[in-house]
């Protein structure tokens, strides 16, 4: 089976994907086509162009899967390369235009929006990595179609496109044995993105209330930084300074040998369609405490979730920290692993998608 795999913005989620559906699956033919994750704007409507110009040979060649994560305009590219349609057409959505949270100096992203759904009408077949996703998607497409000045017809459409959605999550790789947990207790990570999407006020306020309390806790914050950071992170490392272990992103190795020493690991996230950074810290054995929002209900037990606010983490995090016997048990995470999901992709890629049975 030969399969195109699309990636018109690899973050590193989207990377981490892709190379262990590789891995996982190597009896198919792969060919891949990604583009750097920068520069959203264009990327997200420019990339049929860019691999026009640059990815003719590659395109022109036949295959019987197009594999395409939702940021690609796969609707745009059939346009521009016919044969491809006839292939069979899939789009992974890691995540959604329609969930994300807009503050009120954001001009709306009609575009990305408009680029999602069309992708997902061009496809034979829809994937989210969680229900929250898939759910969300369809609640912001129809929240979205009402606004369009004409009345359109959109139920029916909908319910033929919600019929051609699954779940299928994005499955952890196995833990190298040099990898192996070797967790602090009292070790608190964070390792996401320096973004105001993760909401690392709430993270670090609380931290340094704690901190001021005389709570005993050591601090490792990793994760993607850019050239703007929230303020927050400059005022955290001075208040934090007696408590930090390690501050800043890490190469590869280093990453993962500071995550397997976590004790905790924690979200605040004012978004999140699967949360691969929190998945991959409680793997290692570190104890997830994440809101109770978006994705995190249907993925974690209420013992590792807090309500939400900055007092139900600091309450969560001062009793696990001074009081070791309310703990939960470290989390089993078999059931994220590529060996329970291994079988499910398989009949994705294959023209029978009877044995995808996952969308739960």
């Excluded at 949360?275 to 974690?300: H, K, N, S, W």
């Amino acid at each position: 089976m030969r399969v195109l795999l699309l990636s018109a913005y690899e973050a590193v989620s989207h990377r981490y994907w892709a190379d262990s559906l590789m891995a996982n699956l190597p009896e198919v033919a792969w060919q891949t086509l990604s583009l750097p994750p920068r520069h959203f704007a264009w990327r997200i409507r420019g990339n049929p162009l860019s691999w026009w110009l640059k990815e003719h040979e590659t395109l022109n060649q036949p295959y019987d899967v197009v594999l395409a994560t939702s940021m690609v305009d796969l609707a745009t590219l059939i346009g521009l390369f016919p044969h491809l349609g006839r292939a069979r057409k899939i789009v992974y959505f890691h995540e959604n235009q329609f969930a994300y949270p807009e503050s009120s100096d954001q001009m709306p992203q009609v575009e990305a929006k408009m680029v999602n759904l069309y992708a997902a009408l061009a496809a034979d077949t829809v994937v989210f990595n969680t229900a929250y996703n898939r759910d969300s998607f369809f609640a912001g497409v129809r929240a979205f179609l009402k606004k369009m000045p004409e009345n359109l017809p959109a139920a029916k459409p909908l319910e033929a496109l919600r019929s051609r959605a699954h779940v299928l999550p994005v499955p952890l790789a196995p833990i190298t044995g040099a990898n192996a947990s070797r967790s602090v207790p009292q070790r608190i990570v964070w390792n996401h993105r320096w973004e105001y999407d993760k909401n690392p006020d709430d993270f670090f306020n609380v931290l340094i209330a704690l901190s001021e309390q005389g709570v005993d806790f050591e601090l490792v914050v990793l994760g993607q930084r850019f050239r703007q950071t929230p303020p927050i992170f400059d005022i955290a490392q001075e208040k934090l300074a007696a408590h930090i272990v390690a501050w800043g992103p890490q190469l590869e190795q280093e990453y993962r040998e500071l995550l397997a020493t976590a004790g905790i690991v924690v979200s605040t996230t004012w978004h999140e369609f699967q949360g691969l950074a929190i998945m991959e810290a409680a793997q290692q054995g570190a104890l997830p405490l994440v809101p109770d929002r978006l994705c995190f209900p249907e993925l974690y037990t209420d013992s590792y979730r807090y309500d939400g606010t900055s007092e139900g983490l600091y309450q969560r995090l001062h009793a696990w920290l001074t009081t070791p016997e309310t703990r939960p048990s470290v989390l089993n995470t078999e059931a994220w692993a590529w060996s329970a999901w291994r079988e499910a992709y398989r009949s994705l890629l294959a023209p029978d998608m009877a044995g995808v049975a996952s969308d739960k």
